[in-house]
């Protein structure tokens, strides 16, 4: 051989190959250009490929085909890394007359619908290490379409396909792992290439998955698969793949729809997360689905432990996010039944954060406002809330306690609550002076606009009954407590005469209700005499509400 007409060619830096550059120039127009600019030089040549694809294996496939004129055994084994070998040679034309390489696979490529279902996998294993190169042929997409026809057709039919003809349309599926009592059962039939697909890389995944949702396969099915392949991929994943494989599943539940996902295993994904650098539109997504949902969350999914937890103990902050995404648009878009199952829940956690040391009064109120005030029914257990918080935050000023009690609606505290804060030494006196106000306005409703019912043996016996009775409770008593508990500065005493004002002026409504008691009676005897007990009761109509 003519020492001009050598080629050494470096593949990787795995392997040095010396080939006749005539020969390979013939079927390769990247080297015929090599070739052709070295003509007439008297020392050898030599080339370096640092990305060839395949590695020194695949070359040497090439160079088989070179040398033995432009024939090579296709198979689904070597498809994928001789299509892109082919093409990175650029060996789409032959000078010998035989069809060139690309050619070749392309036509092989048409044959994919007879591959069993195991040499499908191994030419998705192959182009997974070709990638992104491979996505530029046609050898990607259609084995991806020819597995996921595969997947659709034999979950649609009753059993798993037979394996007793491998060859007629290729549907051998590996159903000879799995024992015949499981493939009887439809979970079985539906998640039976659950374990096959675990092996791709989550770009394939990703393909594979936006591929079955446009066939409208089930939205559930491919959730299960998902979960299934992350929890079978993270035990021998790096850090970096398993941020690949979280960022992935996310992606592709969030584009399921977020009633297709269980909501625990949303907090599996969620646990695990937190520990790694994923990115933030992940994040972002993930705390959606988990908000979206939060009516269906329960106590233990939201004691998810702060990551700085120098500030606080629990991630309050996260779930803040989580009520934000809950009411969405506004929150007149979310049912009342769900929103107060949301407040029961947040009573809840509202308790068992209270405790914590490092939780600051504003980041207390902004769970307690979170939610609008008709979203419960009663106020006792933010009461409760509150009662812990400031019998562990000891330290806070008047002020500060005073900007917590802000989230209190004391018209909806019961009446055991309203006894229990008016003694209570923990609480700001201000709030205990609101607490009165908010029980006055109740007995000033009481009194303007009675309930016709409660009349029975006379216009105003059951009116004063009732004003009475929430007068002892609201006015007499109440009153008395605060006083002894206010101190002797000017602020505080002109509040007690303030107080002792209104219990003044809830003696003259007595007083007036009385004498309004007796002029009805004496009406009602001069105008029907002899049946003034039986008219007694359309008496009301008469009687001016106060």
């Given at each position: 051989?003519?020492?001009?007409?050598e080629?050494?060619?470096?593949?990787?830096?795995?392997?040095?190959?010396?080939?006749?550059?005539?020969?390979?120039?013939?079927?390769?127009?990247?080297?015929?250009?090599?070739?052709?600019?070295?003509?007439?030089?008297?020392?050898?040549?030599?080339?370096?490929?640092?990305?060839?694809?395949?590695?020194?294996?695949?070359?040497?496939?090439?160079?088989?085909?070179?040398?033995?004129?432009?024939?090579?055994?296709?198979?689904?084994?070597?498809?994928?890394?001789?299509?892109?070998?082919?093409?990175?040679?650029?060996?789409?034309k032959?000078?010998?007359?035989a069809?060139?390489?690309?050619?070749?696979?392309?036509?092989?490529?048409?044959e994919?619908?007879?591959?069993?279902?195991s040499?499908?996998?191994?030419?998705?294993?192959?182009?997974?290490?070709?990638?992104?190169?491979?996505?530029?042929f046609?050898?990607?997409?259609?084995?991806?379409?020819?597995l996921?026809?595969?997947?659709?057709?034999?979950?649609?039919?009753?059993s798993?396909?037979?394996?007793?003809?491998p060859?007629?349309?290729?549907?051998?599926?590996?159903?000879?792992t799995?024992?015949?009592?499981?493939?009887?059962?439809?979970?079985?039939r539906d998640?039976?290439?659950?374990?096959?697909?675990?092996a791709l890389?989550?770009?394939?995944?990703?393909?594979?998955?936006?591929?079955?949702?446009?066939?409208?396969?089930?939205n559930?099915?491919?959730?299960?698969?998902?979960?299934?392949?992350?929890?079978?991929?993270?035990?021998?994943?790096?850090?970096d793949?398993?941020?690949?494989?979280?960022?992935?599943?996310?992606?592709?539940?969030?584009?399921?729809?977020?009633?297709s996902?269980?909501?625990?295993s949303?907090?599996?994904?969620?646990?695990?997360?937190?520990?790694?650098?994923?990115s933030?539109?992940?994040?972002?997504?993930?705390?959606?689905?988990?908000?979206?949902r939060?009516?269906?969350?329960?106590?233990?999914?939201?004691?998810?432990?702060s990551?700085f937890?120098?500030?606080h103990?629990?991630d309050?902050?996260?779930?803040?996010?989580?009520?934000?995404?809950?009411?969405?648009?506004?929150?007149?878009?979310?049912?009342?039944?769900?929103?107060?199952?949301?407040?029961?829940?947040?009573?809840l956690?509202?308790l068992?954060?209270?405790p914590?040391?490092?939780?600051?009064?504003?980041?207390?109120?902004?769970?307690?406002?979170?939610?609008?005030?008709?979203a419960?029914?009663s106020?006792?257990?933010?009461?409760?809330?509150?009662?812990?918080?400031?019998?562990?935050?000891?330290?806070?000023?008047?002020e500060?306690k005073?900007?917590?009690?802000?989230?209190?609606?004391?018209?909806?505290?019961?009446?055991?609550?309203?006894?229990?804060?008016?003694?209570?030494?923990?609480?700001?006196?201000?709030?205990?002076?609101?607490?009165?106000?908010?029980?006055?306005?109740?007995?000033?409703?009481?009194?303007?606009?009675?309930s016709p019912a409660?009349?029975?043996?006379?216009?105003?016996?059951?009116?004063?009954?009732?004003?009475?009775?929430?007068?002892?409770?609201?006015?007499?008593?109440?009153?008395?407590?605060?006083?002894?508990k206010?101190?002797?500065?000017?602020?505080?005493?002109?509040?007690k005469?303030?107080?002792?004002?209104?219990?003044?002026?809830?003696m003259?409504?007595?007083?007036?209700?009385?004498?309004m008691?007796?002029q009805?009676?004496?009406?009602?005897?001069?105008?029907?005499?002899?049946?003034?007990?039986?008219?007694a009761?359309?008496?009301?109509?008469?009687c001016?509400y106060y």
């Amino acid at each position: 051989m003519d020492k001009y007409f050598e080629l050494q060619v470096d593949v990787n830096g795995e392997e040095i190959f010396i080939v006749d550059a005539r020969v390979v120039s013939s079927y390769s127009g990247r080297i015929k250009k090599l070739f052709v600019k070295s003509k007439g030089l008297s020392y050898q040549r030599k080339v370096i490929f640092h990305d060839f694809p395949g590695g020194a294996a695949n070359f040497e496939l090439i160079t088989r085909f070179c040398y033995n004129n432009g024939k090579v055994n296709i198979n689904p084994f070597n498809l994928s890394k001789l299509t892109c070998a082919a093409y990175f040679m650029e060996m789409n034309k032959s000078v010998t007359g035989a069809e060139n390489l690309c050619k070749q696979v392309e036509n092989s490529l048409e044959e994919i619908k007879y591959w069993t279902w195991s040499e499908l996998l191994v030419s998705l294993k192959q182009c997974q290490g070709l990638l992104p190169e491979i996505c530029s042929f046609g050898t990607l997409a259609k084995c991806l379409d020819c597995l996921v026809k595969r997947v659709t057709s034999s979950c649609e039919t009753s059993s798993c396909p037979s394996t007793s003809s491998p060859d007629s349309f290729g549907f051998r599926f590996s159903c000879d792992t799995r024992s015949t009592d499981g493939l009887k059962n439809k979970f079985s039939r539906d998640s039976w290439w659950f374990e096959d697909l675990v092996a791709l890389d989550t770009h394939l995944i990703e393909m594979i998955v936006k591929s079955l949702v446009s066939r409208n396969f089930d939205n559930g099915n491919i959730c299960r698969f998902l979960l299934f392949y992350q929890k079978s991929r993270f035990p021998s994943a790096s850090v970096d793949d398993k941020i690949k494989i979280i960022e992935m599943v996310v992606e592709m539940l969030y584009s399921l729809g977020t009633q297709s996902v269980p909501y625990k295993s949303l907090f599996g994904i969620l646990r695990v997360s937190v520990k790694m650098d994923v990115s933030q539109c992940c994040r972002n997504k993930l705390e959606s689905m988990i908000g979206s949902r939060l009516d269906e969350a329960t106590l233990d999914n939201l004691l998810l432990r702060s990551p700085f937890q120098r500030n606080h103990l629990y991630d309050v902050n996260l779930v803040l996010k989580f009520l934000k995404y809950f009411l969405g648009k506004g929150v007149c878009c979310v049912p009342l039944s769900r929103l107060k199952k949301v407040a029961s829940l947040m009573d809840l956690y509202l308790l068992e954060v209270a405790p914590d040391p490092y939780l600051k009064p504003l980041k207390f109120l902004a769970l307690i406002n979170a939610l609008p005030d008709y979203a419960r029914d009663s106020c006792d257990e933010i009461y409760h809330a509150l009662n812990l918080y400031f019998e562990v935050h000891s330290g806070l000023s008047e002020e500060q306690k005073m900007e917590v009690c802000f989230g209190l609606n004391y018209e909806k505290l019961s009446s055991e609550a309203f006894n229990h804060l008016s003694q209570n030494t923990k609480f700001p006196s201000k709030s205990a002076i609101h607490a009165l106000f908010s029980q006055q306005c109740k007995l000033k409703g009481l009194l303007q606009d009675p309930s016709p019912a409660t009349f029975t043996d006379s216009p105003c016996t059951s009116f004063e009954t009732s004003r009475k009775g929430v007068k002892d409770e609201c006015a007499d008593q109440q009153i008395v407590l605060y006083a002894k508990k206010l101190d002797s500065s000017d602020e505080n005493k002109k509040i007690k005469a303030h107080l002792q004002g209104m219990h003044w002026r809830v003696m003259e409504l007595e007083k007036d209700c009385r004498n309004m008691q007796i002029q009805m009676e004496q009406m009602v005897k001069s105008r029907f005499p002899s049946h003034a007990k039986a008219k007694a009761k359309s008496a009301p109509k008469l009687c001016p509400y106060y």
